[in-house]
């Protein structure tokens, strides 16, 4: 009989990636999320319209202004924004019920929201992507052919101050070539998930015999 260590995960990581609208955090987490299939994408409400191809209950759960601010009043949103004229947030049961499962989550919101969830809950890691120069961005937002010039340049101004507050967070990473930017992305989550404050550890009797 061999004694062998076990360690048990006290609780799921909280994971938020803020950065630019048009910089390519979704495509850096499905990147992500394809090479660790168990890390959950938390689903955002929004008031905002759904975009060609986008999926009610996947990509977002869209709803009306009024619905969302009944749900800001009855405290079932833990974090949330106005970003371009429509509400953006995280319902509070989905990060409650990921702690305690035990189960690593991954959240695209904006700085601010990102911010406010580092108060509330100080363990999250917060992870700023930034374009290679805000010429790539605007290209970027402009080949995306999904919003208008004048939204176009709302993000763009949005984007500005946005990256002013690149310095409170935890890893900046520039999303220049995604293979690399996935990998960064991945590097961080895995350093992250094996610091010693996430483990309770214990011996376990391992019958080495055949
Ligand atoms: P988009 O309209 O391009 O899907 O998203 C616009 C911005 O809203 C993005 O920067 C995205 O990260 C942010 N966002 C999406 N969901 C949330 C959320 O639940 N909370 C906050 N604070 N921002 C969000």
């Known amino acids: 009989m061999k004694k062998m260590l076990k360690l048990e995960s006290k609780a799921g990581l909280i994971i938020c990636c803020s950065g630019p609208s048009g910089v390519g ?61 429509h ?47 805000e010429e790539a961005l605007i290209e970027r937002l402009n080949s995306r052919r999904t919003e208008s010039a004048e939204v176009i340049k709302k993000r763009v101004a949005k984007a500005r101050s946005e990256v002013a507050e690149a310095r409170n967070f935890d890893y900046l990473l520039i999303n220049d070539r995604l293979k690399d930017a996935v990998s960064a992305l991945e590097a961080i989550f895995i350093a992250e998930r094996l610091r010693s404050k996430h483990y309770n550890i214990s011996q376990i009797d391992e019958d080495l015999e055949v």
Do not use: W
């Not at 168990?38 to 191809?53: M, Q």
């Not at 305690?100 to 700023?128: C, H, M, W, Y």
């Open 25 to 85: 955090k979704d495509t850096l987490i499905t990147g992500l999320r394809e090479r660790l299939p168990h890390l959950k994408h938390s689903i955002s409400l929004t008031t905002r319209e759904p975009r060609h191809g986008e999926v009610p209950g996947v990509d977002y759960h869209f709803c009306e202004k009024s619905e969302f601010e009944e749900m800001i009043a009855a405290g079932e949103i833990i974090e949330y924004d106005i970003f371009c004229d």
């Open 87 to 133: 509400y953006y947030g995280t319902r509070a049961s989905v990060i409650r019920e990921s702690v305690a499962n035990g189960q690593d989550l991954i959240l695209d919101i904006t700085v601010a929201g990102s911010l406010r969830l580092k108060e509330l809950i100080p363990e999250a890691i917060l992870i700023f992507i930034l374009p290679p120069s």
